[in-house]
């Protein structure tokens, strides 16, 4: 483990998990392990984690990391840096306690999802209902939850590129809903994650219209696990469950931009994204301080012999935990022209492939060969960006180039107060920002038309 | 990851750190690895946490823990199992909560320590005074911390053998007293502990006569390094802290012992010790539930071909963590003759090396070759059992015999919400058990004189 070449803000000694994820790591990928550091983006990292720390979306952090994030990139050389306010119906967290009274006492690890319904200061008790899956919950007979709390338990599994997250994240996302629907007063999730710490993993959750929100959590894994051993046992299971957050419509969001100017003005700027926003149980370190660090860095690097042909536009978003606000509000307000777009918002994992939706594949091809030194491989998967730029992809119909980071490790710490900056290893990050540096020199230096594939 | 041969209890899937591990010695072992599980070690192990749960000293977890250990002690075939109990001085933990409020809010993972002082509902609120050792501590003026909040700060690594525990553990144990007789109002330490997850480590600490007790806790490693981040930086830090816990006189506790007899019942037995009450975060699955279950099923297995020479007993200890109360009481109500001790209390890790205190050097070296095919390595140091059976051992000057667990990984959970079942890896588990059966296939089968080295 290097140290970062500025010394204000040197990286703690990596412990327990990222000690093992890099000596795993490096044994898989030996070249890779020995990327640089890079100050500016752990300069970034470091200062949006310290000195600003939880960043909830509508949230006094949020609009703290707003100015925070304005003075970096004015001070970074960025130009038209802006505030692009707008606001959103956010999730404003309360007391988050749970406790199984029956068989055993026991508190939990416990965590409220955004947008959970909200239970009186003293909680609810309940008798729970264990579903194994989303699909026995979905089963379950109208009517046969009334008055229950529902446990959702599954069985995710870690993947390099995250492909767990869709169909599990639906236990999150749409378990809740289901559960109200059938009756439930409340519902208790396992984790979306992949570790086994007593760290549970908040995000989202949806109620369909006119479902009255229930109070909804999520216990890590191994609160999950015991319910699951002990509903397996037969024994019944009585949980108390206090959650007091409430949404509240109207709080103040934005996004802040800011552009490194291209040599020549006529042409559509290269649009690289990330949130600013996180969750509020850690600062937010993988998710997605790393990102705007990575892109914001890359960016500098990119014109370090002087300006690109194009212009860069960093986009550092709000609100996209919570419902993807800041890349709507960004697609609704910014009408002008865009060349490409690109965003980082998977952590900070190395990367290792890289995936197109580009029309000119000689230019694809100048990208992966840039890239290979690197042992990042080409995907024949279609590149989609991230939340934060999907809206004017959409819109505007962009060509995309996706840099996929190793996912392998970002479920034991995605949404978790685990996120913290120790859990990010320098050289992994120093890594990204070589990669995104060497598609910027490309891209933006590119005069012909990048368009998207047909 | 095999499964436990005793459907009832079959052992989740290992996440996270467990998986890393098992990959990293696997490497290192791949011959230990094989180890079938033990399906009555596992069963204790499971029981007790799933059953029982958390176990803290003196509290009605400890009770029913005491009754449950009594039924499943005879059911197992154990004969004159009994309850000793005794009183001891407890602590009883209230709400912990501690929040920076400057120069960020941000709350904290925090844990109030045994015997800590008490604050109001509300919590004090001070200036946090940064200490980078317990040295520094020790150097500042008295009276300078008056109204202060002390941060002790501190920098211990893994180690296989825990060595780090008996230095750095002095942080925890003596720092908050240092602190108080400076005049602090408080005090923070950073958890001992190698992990870097928000969950901080508990554990007793002592306050001296006449020093009237401060409030102590200990924050998750990352909320320290964000501490000594700031403090670093030069900007003033205040916190506000919030640990209303109790220490109480009077609370009950108690031992369960059990022997299986052996063929002369007129040779001193063989005394195997483990603890039964564990700290109140998690499920006290590696500390100890595990070596209550190594022991016992050990014990067992020793049996299993007839009964052995001597006879076995096993000591599950209450009120090891806060003071070792159930060894003292132990010895002092078991003045009876006692052949040789040995203790299970350092996690699941499989065995590496035994190390003895035998006066008998042909026994040591038939122990020793017995446990050579399992690549458990002899040690030049001389063993001293643990706290529980070590005032037995002091008193009747008797020989012991050290089964060293590895605890590279030990103090990533130690005292934290984090010790739970799903940290034990099942072929570790069995792999125990099956060193200690080696071992006691010899010593309870000696029929000549065993003592200690002279």
Known sequence: MKCAQNGTMSPAPARGLTVLSLAMLAALSPVAAHAAPDSTAWDLLAGLTSEVGPRLAGSEGEARARVWAEARLKALGFSKVAIEPFPIRGYVRGKDEASMTTPIPFKLAVTALGYSGTTPDKGIEGEVVYFQTLDALKAAPAGSLTGKIAFIDHAMKRSQDGSGYGP???????????????????VVIRSIGTDSHRNPHTGGTNFPQGIKPIPAGAVSNPDADLIARIARSGKPIRLNLTLTGKTVDGLPSG???????????????????????SWDLGTGAIDDAAGCAIITAAALKAQEGGATLRTI??????????????????????????????????????????????????????????????????????????????????????????????????????????????????????????????????????AGPITAAP
Chains 1, 2 share one sequence.
């Not at 552009?259 to 600013?276: A, F, K």
């Open 168 to 186: 599990y994240g639906q236990v999150r996302r749409a378990g809740p809903g289901i559960a109200a629907a059938k009756g439930a007063a409340g």
């Open 255 to 277: 996004n802040v931009i800011g552009d490194l100017p291209g040599r020549d003005p006529s042409l559509p700027p290269i649009l690289l994204g990330c949130h600013l926003d």
């Open 313 to 446: 536009r960093v986009l550092w978003a709000g609100s996209e935990e919570i419902g993807g606000f800041g890349g709507k509000a960004y697609a609704d307000k910014h009408g002008e022209p865009h060349a490409l777009a690109m965003e980082s918002d998977f952590g900070a994992g190395k990367v290792w492939r890289v995936q197109f939706n580009m029309g000119d594949k000689a230019l694809t091809d100048r990208i992966a060969v840039a890239l290979s030194p690197m042992g990042i491989v080409r995907g024949s998967g279609k590149a989609d960006g991230g939340t934060d730029v999907e809206p004017v992809i959409e819109k505007q119909k962009l060509a995309v180039v996706d840099l996929n980071q190793d996912g392998t490790y970002y479920f034991d710490l995605h949404h978790t107060p685990d996120d913290t900056l120790d859990k990010v290893d320098p050289a992994d990050l120093a890594q990204n920002v070589a990669a995104w540096t060497e598609v910027l020199k490309i891209v933006a230096n590119e």
